[in-house]
């Protein structure tokens, strides 16, 4: 298998400590969702062959590096996070070796590689949990995991009262080799994923071997899935409360965001640190402040984490510059750079979420003004790409993609659909397959239709109908990414400084470069800046002032 090829860097920010500067600091990370980016076979689902055959595609539109949701052998009951074998690809993805094909394009193109980690609990299927089951109570491999026996006089009930973040209780009933009902196991997610025990050390063992088993195959890092939840407050205390849904990302449960998390990283940090190139873990992490969540990405542990209090901030610019300002405040002392993410795989698409009136959270059922939300998508993706840190993209955003809200019940495969009281369960919505022709049986996502039916008219929003085209999404995705690498003040740095503005509007400075943004619904005159790099709309320039439409985005360099 090939070992690390060194992929250019992308420049660092002067203003962190030299421990924290690396290629990540101000990278552009480019999502793919395997199963929904491109078929490479013709069966209908996407695979590591269609991501390789499209890596050219990647590297065009001027992204560092690509984030690779999960591949693993699996069962397939939440989408590969339900992981029975974390050395294997799953064959619908195809084999080890079109990984190592795939990782070696990746690098002579210039992309790197981060693949998804999922620590928190294997599938059901996995060899430890079927032998824990098959050996019944006393085995040493249900140590590895949290069974536990049931409260209520004959073990009836479940051991706490915990709930699943996918709806109903955080425990499932085992059956006994003998056929009576035995003990319970902790999934905080579909009863397939019972959570490891991290306390125990062989766990922690097989997942250091895990880690240089990619790292050997050349992964230039990790994105480490529910990276918050691998310890379990002691005891595994009883909450006190339902609806314990409405808590989370609002306080530090006894299952999420306890300190002993740390140690983990910590020991994965000086792995990673033994490999050439820069190797970097990076934290999905849902904490109830940005603070707790620079917690993770201290010198000696990961060197990024997810920014969600950024993505859950509606299209109001005093909200906007509240967050901003908080994450650049948290993330300073601690010498990480603040990351930028506006989709990903779990939540609706900002092209719908903008489309709707605020405060319907990140999972919505309804299409909304798609006018509006793909003007403000827009103008959304320029404030992102112009502040310090990194950026995230998830697939199909660059073509303005709103979510697909109107999927037929039977064809949902979402898990969280399927269980009363979970999460909304609509986040098959953002996985259709993204359009890359404007025809064609599943307009060029392969030769076999689509494992999720595409919308009429997605043929429109293709990459073949945007390249080339002044003004569509995909060009002013590459023209933004393209200026972000050639401009000094933009990606790089630590902090922003903001100028006086009228109400909704912001105007934010860097070295040689300003960003003004309308986030009202009528267009503003303000003072012109400089030249015009870029802009999400049409910018109309009458002498010293200039008029930016609503929801428009303008990026000026001085």
């Not at 591949?71 to 590969?80: E, L, N, R, V």
């Not at 306890?258 to 849902?286: F, K, N």
Request: glycine share 10%.
């Amino acid at each position: 298998m090939t070992q690390h090829l060194a992929a250019p860097s992308t420049g660092t920010s002067a203003d962190a400590p030299a421990h924290q500067t690396g290629w990540w600091q101000d990278a552009v990370i480019y999502q793919v969702y395997p199963r929904s980016f491109a078929d490479g076979n013709g069966d209908g689902m996407g695979d590591l062959a269609g991501v390789r055959a499209r890596l050219p595609y990647l590297e065009d539109l001027g992204v560092d590096a690509v984030w690779l949701s999960p591949f693993y052998a699996s069962p397939q009951a939440d989408a590969g996070y339900d992981v029975a074998d974390y050395r294997d690809i799953d064959p619908m993805f195809g084999t080890l070796m079109d990984a190592d094909g795939l990782i070696r394009d990746a690098h002579e193109l210039g992309l790197r590689i981060i693949v998804d980690l999922v620590p928190n609990h294997s599938s059901d299927r996995h060899e430890w949990f079927r032998r824990a089951l098959a050996e019944g109570p006393g085995s040493a491999l249900r140590e590895r995991y949290h069974f536990r026996p049931g409260k209520g006089e004959n073990g009836e009930l479940p051991p706490n009262d915990w709930e699943s973040v996918f709806g109903g209780p955080a425990w499932t009933r085992t059956t006994d080799p003998d056929g009576t009902p035995g003990d319970w196991y902790l999934h905080l997610f579909a009863p397939e994923q019972p959570d490891f025990n991290w306390e125990h050390p062989a766990v922690a063992d097989e997942f250091r071997s895990i880690l240089r088993f990619w790292l050997d195959m050349g992964v230039d890092g990790f994105r480490v899935d529910v990276a918050h939840g691998l310890v379990k407050a002691e005891g595994l205390p009883d909450l006190g409360s339902r609806d314990q849904l409405r808590l989370l990302g609002n306080d530090v449960m006894p299952f999420f965001d306890q300190d002993g998390v740390h140690e983990i990283y910590r020991s994965w940090r000086t792995i990673l640190d033994e490999y050439p190139g820069a190797r970097i873990l990076v934290a999905e992490a849902w904490t109830p402040t940005v603070e707790r969540t620079a917690n993770y990405v201290r010198p000696d542990e990961m060197h990024q984490a997810f920014n969600f209090q950024y993505l859950s901030t509606a299209w109001d610019a005093a909200e906007l510059r509240k967050v901003i300002d908080s994450s650049l405040d948290a993330m300073r002392p601690v010498g990480a750079p603040t990351t930028w993410v506006l989709s990903n795989h779990d939540v609706t698409r900002h092209a719908t979420r903008f489309a709707n009136p605020p405060g319907l959270g990140t999972q919505i059922r309804t299409p909304g003004d798609r006018e509006l939300g793909l003007r403000r998508a827009r103008a959304a993706t320029l404030l992102m790409l112009a502040l310090p840190g990194s950026a995230y993209i998830y697939q199909g955003e660059e073509l303005g993609l709103p979510d697909v809200t109107d999927l037929p019940d039977e064809v949902r495969q979402d898990p969280s659909f399927f269980r009363a009281e979970g999460q909304d369960g609509f986040r098959d919505g953002c996985r259709v397959p993204i359009p890359w022709t404007r025809g064609g049986s599943s307009y060029g996502f392969g030769d076999g239709g689509s494992w999720l039916p595409q919308p009429d008219g997605w043929g429109e929003l293709s990459v073949e109908a945007q390249t080339g085209v002044p003004g569509s999404t995909l060009e002013l995705y590459r023209a933004a990414i393209a200026a972000r690498r050639e401009h000094p003040g933009l990606g790089a740095g630590t902090s922003v400084e903001w100028e006086a503005a009228p109400e909704g509007v912001l105007v934010l400075a860097r070295p040689g470069f300003v960003c003004t943004v309308n986030t009202t619904d009528r267009p503003v005159r303000v003072p012109v800046r400089g030249t015009v790099l870029l802009s999400s709309a049409p910018v109309v320039i009458d002498g010293d002032e200039a008029e930016l439409p609503a929801d428009t985005t303008v990026w000026w360099t001085v």
